[in-house]
Nanobody, 127 residues
Framework: QVQLVESGGGLVQAGGSLRVSCAAS????????MGWFRQAPGKEREFVAS????????AYEHSVEGRFTISRDNAKNTVYLQMNSLKPEDTAVYYC????????????????????WGQGTQVTVSS
């Protein structure tokens, strides 16, 4: 199984930007569909973004589309989530997740499809 470690979370003011990263190890990175999810206190874990194995396809949750960008560097075994125009409602623990897929174009929005998860990184947006 692939191991995932998130980093880059922190405290930012509303309207600011932050980039979180997720480093993978243990298995070839380019066989995995990658996703970002978040969980706010008292709420269910929700989908944020997903990227296909090659990076050619992406998907976003509606509320972050146009503000967040998911990308990956397969040479560095890392997936990124660039977050711009942050809002207080973006405050959550952000998790990256990996799903082995034989298909290059697949993106996934359902948490249950992902088999590997990181420990999460806290993002707090102050108003």
């Amino acid at each position: 199984q692939v191991q995932l470690v998130e980093s880059g979370g922190g405290l930012v003011q509303a309207g600011g930007s932050l980039r979180v990263s997720c480093a993978a190890s243990g298995r070839p990175f380019n066989i995995y569909v990658m996703g970002w999810f978040r969980q706010a206190p008292g709420k269910e874990r929700e989908f944020v973004a997903s990227i296909s194995r090659s990076g050619g396809n992406t998907a976003y949750e509606h509320s972050v589309e146009g503000r967040f960008t998911i990308s990956r560097d397969n040479a560095k075994n890392t997936v990124y989530l660039q977050m711009n125009s942050l809002k207080p409602e973006d405050t959550a623990v952000y998790y990256c997740a990996a799903h082995f897929s034989p298909w290059q174009a697949t993106v996934l929005q359902v948490a249950a499809e992902y088999g590997s998860w990181g420990q999460g990184t806290q993002v707090t947006v102050s108003s």
